[in-house]
């Protein structure tokens, strides 16, 4: 059960994000010359479910996570619009499985989904491309410098050939220097 926890605790870390098309949310509409500098990140947290089958047994359950220790930033430049993030933090994440659950820790230094890359905002939402894969954040709050984004987490990972498949939000704040 150990070596299951750990694989489900290494899926949801290994996520990538795409849009949940089914789901209504209205982003707020953020100048893109307001994003153009240096952000911190403040806060980090995720849930959402979890599912898979390993040994012929299906697997499913929850899981949340969230961030502490942060030394973290996001700079996105204009001319050419590109974002880079660089530090860490540590990711503390619980999964629950058949009424069981296991926390661990890990240190992050990207979070998926919103990575370095080409950046565009267009009403309230974040793409950011890389390496032709383009992913999107939502601005779901921005006021007085303070900038959070939704993620949709919606993907499919193998983990040492056990196929997760991970539903869930992932909701990060910036703070601007």
């Known amino acids: 059960m150990k070596k299951l926890f750990y694989l489900l605790f290494v899926a949801v870390l290994a996520v990538s994000c795409s849009n949940n098309e089914n789901e209504v949310f209205t982003p707020i509409d953020i100048p893109e010359a307001?994003?153009?500098g240096t952000w911190d990140v403040?806060?980090?947290n995720s849930d959402g479910e979890i599912a898979g089958?390993?040994?012929g047994q299906t697997i499913a359950g929850s899981y949340n996570s969230?961030?502490?220790n942060f030394d973290f930033k996001y700079v996105f430049t204009d001319s050419p619009k590109k974002v880079t993030a660089s530090g860490s933090f540590?990711?503390?994440?619980?999964?629950?499985?058949?009424g069981q659950s296991q926390t661990t820790e890990q240190p992050t230094s990207l979070v998926e989904g919103l990575g370095n890359g080409?950046?565009?905002?267009?009403?309230g939402v974040i793409t950011i491309t890389s390496n032709g894969v383009s992913d999107?954040?939502?601005?779901k709050s921005y006021e007085n410098g303070v900038l959070v984004l939704k993620i949709d987490l919606n993907q499919s990972v193998d983990q040492q050939g056990v196929d997760f498949k991970i539903k869930g939000d992932l909701f990060i704040t910036l703070k601007k220097k």
């Open 34 to 36: 307001d994003l153009v």
């Open 42 to 44: 403040t806060a980090f």
């Open 53 to 55: 089958s390993a040994a």
């Open 66 to 68: 969230y961030g502490k």
């Open 90 to 98: 540590t990711t503390v994440a619980t999964v629950k499985v058949n």
């Open 118 to 123: 080409d950046w565009k905002e267009d009403n």
């Open 136 to 139: 999107k954040a939502y601005v």
